[in-house]
């Protein structure tokens, strides 16, 4: 198997808008394409993670609307599952009326289910002869099942759709980062043209983010004013800062993913582009360390799942990025990328994810800074060592144990969260 391609195909795709919320509208969009009439009730069922990712981020083409069920509702009425994680660039004005309405008239429905404990999202509509049910679960676009009438129209075996069911994340979590490094250098044009697309993508949306007045416009007000140095941590955080607020904003422009994560995306290309162009490394090996970005990002999502109580935009994309630095300049250098992985998990190891929201380019810029700080203190033979903490011997290592303390050790943090969130609206 060709693990990069196999990566590229499932895991980095354009997105619009917060990937929890457009693969709520997936889901509802593949259930209504079963059914005709119009759509009278909505039930829409979510484990911990998607509800809290999607709880107050903005919707694209809404003005303004926030929440996984306004974006379920309006993928029920586009009914194009076919557009995929863009499926909500097809939203008109009297959808979002309707939209409304159900939700108003609390036809539409959301909940969610403590018992998932990896990515799940259920979509159950009626018309008036009519009721679909599609279930999205594990990825953001594995659809599992698919019903209309209580009838089964497809889906998949247990085993396939299960958390480790895809055959390449099987492989994935048994490689090392140095084998990712010989994957990336041995692309073909495709995927070095794909990966030049993400790039044009998502500097496409900082540049939208730039003309919105938030952390993004600060980081460079702050330039401007001499607070902070026009440098190549500036000039990355900008550019990573703008694309989340953006993303957060709602703009109506898709972010390449990383991850099955528009902010991981983001994180994962731009830091490691900007950074080459800084430092004129050749193009080729700027693409093959975004190559290589994505592969580990998606190493570590074997170990901690798609969301975790983390922030995957340090405790992932940050990992990925610092790692693509170091590869830029000295290549298979395994001691020193693991010096800047473990000095970054060090550091931001801690960070917590409390769903999609403006704030989120605040973590965007932190783990860009953080990854290029550990990279180059790496590239000078320092970094934080595995006597220190839980950081581990190897970057797999200290991958596996931030994985524990995930998994394990915040088991109740997600509810804790949501509980927090949920109050505040009462």
Known sequence: ????????????????????????????????????????????????????????????NTGGEKGNLIAGVLGALIKKPELKMEVLKDV????????????????AKISYDRSKTDLYIEVILKTGKDSSTAVIENAHTNLVRLEKNNQ???????????????EYKAILKEMKISEFIDSAQHMDDEDYDYIKQGIEMNLEISKAGQKLQKVGYYISDSVKKGSLLNDVFSSSKILTASAADARMAGVDSPAMSSGGSGNQGIVAILVPYNVGKYFKIEERKILQSIALSHL?????????????????????????ATAAIVYQQCGNDMEKIALAVNSLISDLGGMLCDGAKGGCALK???????????AYMA????????????????????????????????????????????????
Do not use: Q, W
Request: glycine share 8%.
């Open 379 to 426: 590239l000078d033979n320092y970094g934080i060592s595995h006597l220190e903490g839980f950081v581990g011997k190897t970057a797999e290592e200290t991958i596996r144990n931030l994985s524990k303390i995930s998994i394990l050790g915040m088991s109740k943090v997600d509810e804790i969260i949501l509980g927090i969130m949920l109050d505040k609206r009462e």
């Open 1 to 60: 198997m060709n693990i990069l391609k196999a990566v590229l195909k499932h895991e980095v795709f354009p997105a619009l808008g917060c990937t929890e919320p457009i693969a709520v509208a997936l889901a509802a969009a593949t259930a209504a394409h079963e059914i005709k009439g119009r759509i009278e009730e909505i039930s829409i069922t979510v484990d911990p993670g998607v509800y809290k990712n999607g709880f107050a981020v903005i919707v694209p």
């Open 92 to 107: 008109k004005e009297e959808m979002i009326v309707l939209a409304k309405t159900l939700i108003g008239t609390k036809k």
């Open 296 to 320: 580990i990002n998606s190493y570590i999502k074997c170990f901690t799942g798609d969301l975790s109580p983390l922030c995957g935009c340090a405790t992932a994309a940050g990992v990925c």
């Open 152 to 166: 089964i129209i497809f889906e998949k075996e247990r085993k396939e759709s299960s958390s480790a069911g895809k």
């Open 364 to 374: 965007v810029a932190s783990a860009t800074d953080s990854a290029i700080r550990s």
